[in-house]
């Protein structure tokens, strides 16, 4: 993606492109910019006077964000303390899902697959839900009810969750492993959609585009599998769309520096 002039980037919250509309992207609410601010910046905690000059960016008046922060702090997706405003225990562990899916901790993959069997007895409809969570947090696929799998290629820690209903095994699939992925996972229509938000974040210039488009490219890269390159299909794009969302990242914290945090 070619280096953006922030300067001449619109902040008027009214042009978004019809892009927008065919990829299905919600437009920006005080909760998603306020949300979407706080899970970009280490350590995620900002005075709420910085959050009310990054709504004013998009447009959205300082009430509307004042209302949203004191509504997220009643909802247990923020905490205040002394004016300023930090994610919450379970959005902090968000943060952490999205750092490594822009950074993903692989290990190089012999063409084993770990394999997790569920062996607990009668759970609680909450206890279950849960644990389907947790198994794709971790980029498990489930081959059937209470056996979920995937190649043996990253660096991770289980939650207790799934330690306590789970027992984990390493093996090699009998079929060809590329066929098993395909399976498992619609690597066609993730692949379509990383190519489309790619195309569309590179033809965005206002800044509230272009903003909705990267947080909707970082939860798409949140949906990535993160296989082995030997197991994807050819021009997989999830580097090329990790690029664009650095790139992203770095004009922002320029908007930030510059407009927000003096």
């Not at 997706?77 to 225990?89: F, I, N, R």
């Not at 330690?163 to 060809?176: H, K, S």
């Not at 229509?189 to 190519?195: D, F, S, V």
């Not at 299909?233 to 990242?249: D, K, S």
Request: net charge negative; with cysteine; charged share 25%.
């Amino acid at each position: 993606m070619e280096d953006c002039n922030l300067g001449s980037l619109s902040t008027d919250p009214d042009k978004v492109s019809t892009s927008m509309e065919s990829l299905e992207i919600r437009p920006l609410t005080a909760r998603s910019v306020v949300l979407s601010t706080l899970l970009g910046v280490h350590p995620p905690r900002l005075p709420a006077r910085y959050l009310v000059r990054v709504g004013d960016l998009f447009g959205i008046a300082e009430g509307t964000i004042r209302v949203a922060l004191s509504r997220m702090v009643n909802s247990g997706d923020l905490v205040q303390s002394g004016g300023s405003y930090s994610l919450s225990e379970r959005l902090l562990e968000r943060q952490a899902r999205q750092d490594e899916s822009r950074l993903p901790p692989a290990l190089p993959w012999d063409g084993t697959w770990e394999i997790a069997v569920i062996t607990a007895e009668r759970r609680p409809a909450g206890e279950r839900a849960a644990l389907r969570q947790a198994m794709s947090a971790l980029r498990l696929a489930e081959l059937r009810e209470g056996t979920w799998l995937r190649p043996f290629n990253l660096t991770r820690s289980r939650p207790d969750i799934v330690d306590r209903q789970c027992t984990f095994l390493r093996g090699r699939p009998e079929e060809e492993p590329a066929a098993l992925a395909a399976d498992l996972w619609n690597l066609d229509a993730w692949a379509a959609k990383a190519r489309s938000l790619g195309t569309s974040l590179t033809e965005a210039t206002a800044i509230a585009e272009r903003f909705t488009l990267a947080a909707a490219v970082l939860r798409h890269l949140m949906n990535d599998p993160l296989l082995p390159a030997e197991l994807l299909p050819a021009e997989w794009p999830g580097p090329a769309l990790r690029a664009q969302y650095e790139q992203f990242e770095r004009e922002f914290e320029q908007l930030l520096t510059e407009h927000v945090l003096t």
